[in-house]
């Protein structure tokens, strides 16, 4: 039975994955709906991974930390810089803030969280070793940090998810909002690696990981969709300057490219040489093909 699940499995991710890939870009009906669906994956894979108990930690963490900061970023300017959302009819609130927003921090969240994990050397499974409940969070929030360098200039000054008061000189987003997403990810990630401390928890194995690799690439290379596409023309921001729309989709892919894309080739090739050492050590003793793990029981 497992090679038939593994398949379904595998083709499951890779449809969602192109779906991602192709719609994602667009934060519309159809790309708020990819939000909710992956926020039930990362949920699906958090129980895979921690167990349903630390799963739903992570959940209630990310999205209790992330729209008390939102709401107060949007009603002082503090740490993003002064912002209101845009794209909002028929959303549910909190505060200010619709909840999507707080969905989004916690999907793309958890998979910066796995990617971090892999770059680490399955540090989530070591955290009491070696400065790891400090140096996981640290990275993971760099990992994150990074889709919103990637999104955020389109997402705002070009679709109008959100604007930013008085724009800023990254096409219309304010250097701040970067700190402030910085920070507040270092945030939950560190309360989150002070509760998973206290769990027993084990390497997933690398196919998991790799899901998680693969769905946040998958964030990172929506954005080549509509700079392909060639759409060019001139955009206002809410400050009243005007930018280049070409431009805009044009660095969006350059950065993607040397930092989502960047993080995602390594963690991959981690996950290669993991698997090419275990794939060695079973044929060295002369274990079969399913490299150490036993065979499904009739």
Request: proline content about 5%; glycine content about 8%.
């Amino acid at each position: 039975m497992r090679p038939r699940f593994e398949t379904i499995s595998a083709f499951f991710v890779a449809l969602i994955a192109a779906a991602e890939i192709a719609l994602s870009w667009n934060p519309n009906p159809v790309g708020q709906t990819l939000a909710v669906l992956s926020v039930v994956i990362a949920l699906a894979h958090g129980r895979c991974v921690y167990g349903w108990k630390n799963a739903l930690a992570f959940f209630v963490i990310t999205l209790v930390v992330t729209l008390i900061v939102e709401n107060i970023g949007a009603a002082t300017g503090v740490p993003f810089g002064h912002y209101h959302f845009i794209v909002t009819a028929g959303l549910p609130f909190v505060g200010r803030i619709p909840l999507v927003a707080g969905l989004l921090w916690f999907g793309m969240g958890y998979f910066s969280w796995q990617m971090a994990a892999i770059l680490l050397d399955d540090a989530d499974a070591r955290l009491g070793q070696r400065g790891n409940i400090v140096a996981l969070p640290l990275i993971a929030a760099f990992v994150m940090t990074q889709w919103d360098f990637v999104m955020d200039r389109g997402n705002s000054t070009l679709s109008g998810a959100w604007a930013w008061h008085e724009g800023g000189p990254d096409f219309g987003v304010p250097l701040s909002n970067y700190a402030g997403w910085f920070v507040t990810s270092w945030s939950f990630y560190q309360l989150y690696a002070i509760w998973l401390a206290r769990s027993a928890v084990a390497a997933p194995a690398p196919s998991l990981r790799l899901v998680a690799v693969i769905l946040y690439a998958a964030a990172g290379l929506t954005h080549l969709i509509p700079w392909l596409s060639g759409a060019s023309g001139e955009i206002i921001d809410a400050s009243g300057r005007v930018w280049r729309s070409g431009d805009i989709r044009a660095i969006s892919v350059v950065v993607m490219l040397l930092t989502m894309l960047f993080s995602s080739t390594l963690a991959a090739i981690k996950i290669a040489r993991t698997l090419w050492e275990r794939a060695s050590c079973a044929t060295a003793v002369g274990l079969p093909a399913h490299i150490g793990h036993p065979p499904d029981q009739a």
